[in-house]
């Protein structure tokens, strides 16, 4: 029996259906509570009071209440809301000296934004983490304005035990004021098992951010007043050696027109980048970073106003392994999703790696620019070296340049596109020199047809473009249900989808 079945009769069944569950042993029993509450991810405690709460199976009976009293692990997830404490100390209790996760949560201060007072029960929340040290193994602060997060997190400073602390996420409200500078103190910088960072606010304090032992750092919503140094950021990263993913987003340096050349930094175990920012300063973070070329890269670049022309005004010159990377792909998509001055956006996505399909890709670049829309044509000519998975979709676009690019395409199996049928079938009926068809290795076409009807002709042109390669002939069926059409050849299977 799955475990997920078994959980929904637990928390949806009358008690007068559970009579079977509950002559399991109390060791499976203990497994499906467990199971229950681990996935459902509480932070708050309206969570909770719900009925369909995994503490709702405490009420059952007896028998269960007493089964999930004795497991100190199934209370590890604790919620301590500023203002409503008896829930998470009453966690605490049950959790009995187990390591626990804690989230700390206050949304409404009852003072002035601008006064940082601490409140009784911002003292009581301290007091309780300073007695818990050394059981707490993660560890979410989620504040609006109004509250000290600083002397929350200074609650930290152990003069007895050291910190177990393992993951840190830090969030305040967006709202909050220049003079709220989150200052993470050196209790929490020398926490040696501490390996997750994520640091969610506009003001924080950079030169407290220098670790050890981080695995996976997260920077999000930094105000540009904030922006470190070059020389700063790059410290911060130099001494996380062992980081695996690095997320910055609208957060590191801004670019100078006249800045120091600084010495690179090198990540070898980096396995996932992903960054926002501005189009000038993204570029400039990246030009000091060096991490290995399986590394997972997703960018996204913002900026209306930034004018794009060719692949070498995505990346810096400096980014030649990046470049070399995007030129290795094998399946590409590239998605233009908008070209005014508010909606302009490409996305632009490949890898290496065809087994992929369904994962993240390799590399993912979105561009959000009005110039967005010139890239297309660049970038099909870029990728046509060794793709064999090819995707392009630019809305309201019959005669697309970018079809030119085809004849290039010696690898291409698979194309999707929304192009006019009448002029995608010009195309793939061309020849090269030796009077060859060009894509002489495509068998399968998926046509969207948001912009363009795909009359019956024009099917069976397609058809026979496809068919002409796989030398075999082949059948279509108009499926009016979902919309599509396919086309079936013997060997190779060539399909023609039509949205």
Known sequence: MKMQTVTGWTTSWPTSGLSKISTLPNELLVEIFRFSAFSQPITNIRQLRGKKS???????????????????????????????LAWGKEFLARARGGMVDVTIRGTNAPHSPRVLVPTLDLLETAKIISSHLTQIRSLNVCLSRGYDIN??????????????????????????????????????????????????????????????????????????????????????LRSCPCLETLSLLDAGPLYETEHTVHEPVRLPRLRQLTMKNWS????????????????KVALTYTGSGEKYSDMLDIFPSS???????????????????????????????????????????????????????????????????????????????????????????????????DVDPERLVSVLEQTDEETKLICPKLTMVTFTGKYFALSQVGAQRILGCVEGRGGCSGTFTYLSTHKEVLFHCAYPLSRLKHL
């Not at 007896?62 to 004795?70: A, F, P, T, Y």
């Not at 000038?280 to 590394?295: G, R």
């Open 54 to 84: 995994w503490l709702s199976l405490t009420h059952v009976c007896s028998h269960w209440r007493d089964i999930s009293l004795e497991d100190h692990c199934l209370w590890s997830n604790v919620v301590l809301d500023i203002g409503s």
């Open 151 to 236: 002397y929350l997190l200074e609650s930290f400073i152990s003069d007895t035990s050291p910190l177990a602390l393992m993951n840190l996420l830090v969030e305040v409200s967006h709202d909050a004021p220049p003079d709220h500078l989150v200052t993470l103190p050196a209790a929490i910088r020398n926490a040696t098992p501490l390996r997750n960072l994520q640091i969610n606010c506009l003001f924080f304090d950079w030169t407290s951010m220098v670790f050890t032992g981080l695995v996976h750092l997260s920077l999000q919503r930094q105000d540009r007043l904030c922006a470190p140094s070059m020389e700063t950021f790059l410290q911060v």
């Open 280 to 295: 000038a300063d993204l570029k400039y973070v990246l030009e000091y970073l060096v991490f290995p070329p399986s590394t």
């Open 319 to 417: 980014c030649a392994s990046l470049i070399d990377k995007a030129s290795r792909a094998r399946r590409t998509d590239i998605r233009l999703l908008g070209t005014d001055h508010v909606t302009g956006r490409l996305e632009i996505h490949c890898d290496d790696d065809i087994s992929t399909i369904n994962s993240h890709p390799g590399l993912s670049i979105a561009i959000c620019s009005m110039y967005a829309a010139c890239l297309v044509e660049p970038l099909v000519s870029f990728f046509s070296r060794h793709t064999e998975h090819l995707a392009v979709h630019q809305p309201s676009s019959s005669s697309p340049r970018w079809l030119n690019h085809l004849q290039k395409y010696s690898a291409l199996t698979t194309l999707a596109t």
